[in-house]
């Protein structure tokens, strides 16, 4: 199985070790970084691990992370994955990059992530946490069908945790 996800305009590919250098360069552009990594600059051995991680999660589960381009273009725009929320069960996350703002990008590929695990993947929920200065990710979330069940302190503020149920 190739695990790739495609929507109307995007392509989403899980991420190799051959993406290490535009995954690094994405996620430590300080727009990306600032919601995603609290403003923490990834290193390149904890990419090197994002990636390793992905692709066991794919092999094991069918999830892990995915890179995001326009369909038939080989710019990176941004990543989409599922991961663990502490104990509480699998969490959408996104990033894109600041050139791909505004056009409908993050809630068109966390819609496709979203809807695999929650047809193919038969997971009963998917959770979303979202620092509460985030509007743009509210909106994503809520434009999800995802409701609000929690808040909790977060290192940028308190943060939101969203869940969708199938």
Not at 25 to 47: K, M, N
Not at 118 to 141: I, R
Request: charged share 25%.
């Amino acid at each position: 199985m190739d695990h790739i996800l495609t929507t109307e305009r995007l392509a989403l590919h899980p991420v190799t070790p051959r993406d290490h250098a535009g995954l690094l360069a994405h996620w430590t552009a300080g727009d990306v970084r600032r919601f995603l990594f609290d403003g923490a600059i990834l290193s390149p051995e904890e990419i090197t691990e994002a990636i390793e991680d992905s692709t066991r999660s794919f092999a094991a589960a069918g999830h892990g992370l995915w890179l995001i381009r326009e369909k038939g273009g080989d710019d990176l725009i941004g990543t989409a994955g599922l991961r663990p929320l502490e104990d509480l069960g699998l969490e959408v996350f996104y990033s894109l990059a600041p050139a791909a703002w505004g056009r409908g990008y993050a809630t068109e590929a966390a819609r496709a992530v979203v809807e695999h695990a929650l047809g193919p993947l038969g997971l009963p929920e998917v959770l979303a946490e979202v620092d509460e200065g985030n509007v743009a990710s509210v909106a994503v979330v809520e434009r999800l069908g995802m409701t609000a069940f929690e808040s909790v302190p977060g290192l940028l503020g308190p943060m939101t945790r969203y869940r969708r149920s199938r």
